[in-house]
């Protein structure tokens, strides 16, 4: 199908470019000078703005190319990590931790198929610590149910549901543990051996005279290790 023939004038819009100046024809091909968004003045030719081969004086391909660039780039980097461990999980039935979500009917919204648009929406995480995580925890790995928080955070959530009955208050673990300052995995680790409640959230320290078992101590001490 053959192009109509289209008329410019001064003050059209193609793109980033707005036509400033009509040239008269040149050996057959008509000019136009043209500003660019980006302030630069360009001369280009007509034909090439009514198809729209030409769309920028040259700073949107420079622009894009920095952008893929820079999502290549981003191939090693933890939040590249993130959203491809994310997709396995949800879509991969040999991805290690398919079962909590795959088989689940956890999905990724189809709008992250893409890591630039996950990135987009998403960003980077705040720092090193931080986890993707699902607000609501049945629920997909949407823009609305995802948000980045720090492990301690994530762990609350999941954890949340461990509840403990403290001098006849119930209330979950992880609360009890800010409202009385203890540690978190110490008294959870105290709880698995049997422990009183009340007893393993108020001793403050751990000793090794304790009823710990060796393995149990073993574990400790790693653990005050990675602390
Ligand atoms: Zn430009």
Redesign the pocket.
Known sequence: MRRFKRVINTGDKFT?LTVIKLYKKIVGKKYAKCK?????IKKVLVSSLISGNTK?????CIEKRYFNNRIHGMRSSRVYRIWSGMKSRCNIPSASGYKYYGARGIKVQKEWKKFEDFYADMGDPPTNRHELDRIDNEGNYTKNNCRWVTEIQQGRNRRSNKNINIDGVKMTLSEACEKFGADYRRTLDRLNLGWNPLKAIKTKKCEYGDRFSSKFKDAYKKRREID
């Open positions: 980033r660019c968004e980006c302030g630069s920028s004086c040259g700073c949107l």
